[in-house]
T-cell receptor, first 111, second 116 residues
Framework: GDSVTQMEGPVTLSEEAFLTINCTYT??????LFWYVQYPGEGLQLLLK?????DKGSNKGFEATYRKETTSFHLEKGSVQVSDSAVYFCALYFGNEKLTFGTGTRLTIIP | GAVVSQHPSRVICKSGTSVKIECRSLDFQATTMFWYRQFPKQSLMLMAT?????????EQGVEKDKFLINHASLTLSTLTVTSAHPEDSSFYICSARDEAGANVLTFGAGSRLTVL
C-alpha cells in the first residue's frame, strides 16, 4: 500500500542553521505531496504542496521539490528561526482517497 | 482561504459519558470530511471518512459503535465518542476537502479529549 517514510526526529538545530527533513514515499501512481506543520497545542496547517513531478512547493522560506525519480519530497529551509519549532508531517494524497501521513519529525530550534 | 472550525478545542469528561465534537467548514461546502486521531508524539491515524448524507466509512480497527460520525449537512460533521474511557483520551482532528480546490485538505485545530 501507499506509505510515507520520514526522517526520524527529534531534530535540534541552532537558529540560522540549514534544515533538511527527508521524506520518501511509496505509491502506485503519482500522488500529490504535502508538508504540514503542527505548532505546539494546535492542529495541522498546510505548509506547502506539490501536485506533479518537478514541482517545487514553497512557503515561509521552506521549500520541497517533488522528485519522481527518487520518490522524495525533502523539506528544506536555509535559515531556521526559533518560531519554526514544531512537528512537521510529510503526506501524500490521491484525489478522493485518504491522506497518508508520515510519522512526523519534531524540530526544535535553539537560540 | 478555506477554514475548518472544530469545537470544543478541549474537553474533559468522566468515564462512561459521551462527548460530541463538531467540525464545520466555514466558507466552503464539503461532501467529505475526515476524522483523525493523534496519539502523543505520534502521527495521525485516519479513523473514518465522513460522507454527507450517508454512512461514514471506518478504517480497519476503529469501532463504529464507539465513534459515531454524522455528516448531516455540507458544512458540518460530528464525532461522538460514546461511553468514553481513559484510553479514548487523545487529540482528535478533522479535515475537509474543499470541493472547489481539488487535492487540498484543510484541517481543524483539533480537539483534545481527556477522560477521567
Amino acid at each position: 500500500g501507499d506509505s510515507v517514510t520520514q526522517m526520524e526526529g527529534p531534530v535540534t538545530l541552532s537558529e540560522e542553521a540549514f534544515l533538511t527533513i527527508n521524506c520518501t514515499y511509496t505509491a502506485t501512481g503519482y500522488p500529490s505531496l504535502f508538508w504540514y506543520v503542527q505548532y505546539p497545542g494546535e492542529g495541522l496547517q498546510l505548509l506547502l504542496k506539490a501536485t506533479k513531478a518537478d514541482d517545487k512547493g514553497s512557503n515561509k522560506g521552506f521549500e520541497a521539490t517533488y522528485r519522481k525519480e527518487t520518490t522524495s519530497f525533502h523539506l528544506e529551509k536555509g535559515s531556521v528561526q526559533v518560531s519554526d519549532s514544531a512537528v512537521y508531517f510529510c503526506a501524500l494524497y490521491f484525489g478522493n482517497e485518504k491522506l497518508t501521513f508520515g510519522t512526523g519529525t519534531r524540530l526544535t530550534i535553539i537560540p | 482561504g478555506a477554514v475548518v472550525s472544530q469545537h470544543p478545542s478541549r474537553v474533559i469528561c468522566k468515564s462512561g459519558t459521551s462527548v460530541k465534537i463538531e467540525c464545520r467548514s466555514l466558507d466552503f461546502q464539503a461532501t467529505t470530511m475526515f476524522w483523525y486521531r493523534q496519539f502523543p508524539k505520534q502521527s495521525l491515524m485516519l479513523m473514518a471518512t465522513s460522507n454527507e448524507g450517508s454512512k461514514a466509512t471506518y478504517e480497519q480497527g476503529v469501532e463504529k459503535d464507539k465513534f459515531l460520525i454524522n455528516h448531516a449537512s455540507l458544512t458540518l460533521s460530528t464525532l461522538t465518542v460514546t461511553s468514553a474511557h481513559p484510553e479514548d483520551s487523545s487529540f482528535y482532528i478533522c479535515s475537509a476537502r474543499d470541493e472547489a480546490g481539488a487535492n487540498v485538505l484543510t484541517f481543524g485545530a483539533g480537539s483534545r479529549l481527556t477522560v477521567l
